[in-house]
């Protein structure tokens, strides 16, 4: 094992560390294998220090070490008693440029902008420009499904339970979309977007703000450099809301429409007994 000696700063004040023995703690699940502790991996290995890779193969064990630790991110790397911190603060040790996360918004800008200019230019509305979201987001993951089943199941609740429900998820999408713009089936259209919504936002709310696991968004196709985050989290939102709005007039429609047949039945009743008695 290679020998580490350096003068850092820590709580207690400068200290020479010559470790022992080097840990890395890191998550590493059938669904998720945690990109940072990837890189902590390579920068360990760039600089030739032997060290002991300790995977956390589930949600518990991770979720325990961080309670243990009182940490709130994995991965987390000790030379012997000392933790140095998370793949950043290991970077900052070896007095290298951490690597910074590779994403971007644009292509999730791009699709919104479209869409919208779409529904300002036909005229069609919020729930026209729901519809033809929801349509060019369902086509980007049919582009590559099983590119966006993978990507999808490192965090979707409903797919790491029932696996085939990753490539259901763009064709019962693109329905909704459809469902939107065509005015067809409209309460369908409403539960079936208030659904898929509320299962996304509690899969992104878990990842994101509990598990605190860094990860691109599958919502524009498996190999999207979008953060799954805030935006993500919104986009379900919306497709909750409008499904409750959908749901909520179209129940609420269905009385007046029963009492405005109900009231030309008798009106046409009334003119044939009419007519007889002439």
């Known amino acids: 094992m290679s020998t580490i000696t350096k003068t850092m700063t820590s709580p207690h004040g400068n200290v020479s560390i010559e470790p022992k023995a080097v840990r890395l703690y890191r998550m590493s699940t059938s ?15 760039e600089h030739g220090i032997d060290f002991e890779d300790v995977r956390l193969t589930s949600p518990e064990e991770v979720a325990a070490f961080k309670t243990k630790h009182d940490v709130p991110t994995t991965p ?8 140095i911190g998370g793949y950043s603060d290991l ?7 951490p690597e910074k996360p590779d994403y971007s918004y644009t292509p999730v800008a791009a699709l919104f902008s479209t869409a919208g200019l779409i529904a300002a230019a036909t005229s069609i509305g919020v729930s026209g420009f729901m ?7 369902a086509s980007l993951k049919l582009m590559d499904i099983n590119s966006f089943s ?12 029932f696996k085939p429900y990753g490539k259901v998820y763009p064709f019962a999408e693109l329905l909704v979309g459809l469902g939107f713009l065509s005015g067809i089936a409209p309460l369908a259209t409403g539960i079936g977007s208030l659904a898929i919504g509320v299962s996304g936002a509690v899969s992104v709310f878990k990842a994101v703000y509990i598990d605190k696991i860094a990860l691109n968004c599958a919502c524009i196709g498996g190999n999207s450099k979008a953060p799954l985050g805030v935006i993500s989290f919104t986009e379900n939102a919306i497709m909750v809301l409008m499904g409750a709005t959908l749901i909520f007039s179209t129940v609420s429609a269905r009385p007046v429409e029963t009492q405005s047949t109900l009231f030309f039945r ?3 009743i009334a003119q044939v007994e009419a007519m007889k008695n002439k």
């Open 31 to 45: 669904e998720h294998e945690c990109p940072w502790g990837l890189r902590a991996i390579n920068l360990l290995n």
């Open 76 to 83: 987390q790397i000790f030379f012997g008693d000392y933790r």
């Open 91 to 97: 970077a900052d040790y070896f007095d290298i440029e």
């Open 131 to 137: 519809g033809v979201s929801l349509s060019m987001l």
């Open 150 to 161: 993978e990507s999808f199941a490192k965090y979707d609740l409903v797919t790491q339970k």
């Open 266 to 268: 008798e009106a046409a």
